[in-house]
């Protein structure tokens, strides 16, 4: 009974969900959403870049307060986000530890702020994915103007 009521609704739902999406992506006053991806790298297990720019392990990025920052982890390992320095943020899901994990960080304060991650063990499948060189400790500096 439920069940079928909810199937009725679901179209219904999904145009509020897709008109609340769009919402949310607007760009209001210079803020958007920047997107970082964790991709696997065989020299050094891991790099990151930014708007699928060049892939590295240290990264700079300024944008204005009020921007976002989603972080999709594509690497073949878990990636846990981790704040260094900086004003101080919640960070929800920051355990990004299956294939395409997200996390989003919301930049309200201006300020610089630093992160690492730090890596899990390679999931099953991976294992026997082979690299070259030390892993790469994942740095990124934001700068939030
Ligand atoms: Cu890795």
């Known amino acids: 009974m439920t069940l079928k009521r909810t199937l009725h609704l679901a179209p219904l739902a999904l145009a509020a969900l897709a008109a609340l999406l769009l919402a949310s992506t607007a760009p209001a ?3 958007s959403t920047t ?3 964790i991709s696997h790298h065989t020299k050094g297990c891991h790099v990151w870049s930014v708007a699928s ?3 590295r392990p240290n990264l700079l990025v300024v944008v204005n307060a ?3 920052i989603k972080f999709v982890n594509n690497d073949v390992m878990p990636q846990k986000l ?3 320095s900086g004003p101080k943020l919640r960070l929800i899901h920051a355990a990004m530890n299956k294939m395409a994990s ?3 960080v919301k930049l309200t304060r201006k300020g610089v702020y630093r992160f690492t991650t730090k890596s899990g063990e390679d999931y099953r499948w991976a294992a026997s994915m082979k690299t070259i060189g ?12």
Do not use: F, M
Request: proline residues 3%; charged residues 15%; without cysteine.
């Open 35 to 37: 997107t970082i991806t």
């Open 102 to 104: 997200t996390t989003t």
């Open 29 to 31: 006053h210079g803020t």
């Open 66 to 68: 009020g921007s976002a």
């Open 134 to 145: 030390e892993d790469n400790v994942l740095h990124l500096t934001v700068r939030v103007k």
């Open 82 to 84: 981790i704040q260094t």
């Open 53 to 55: 720019g060049p892939l």
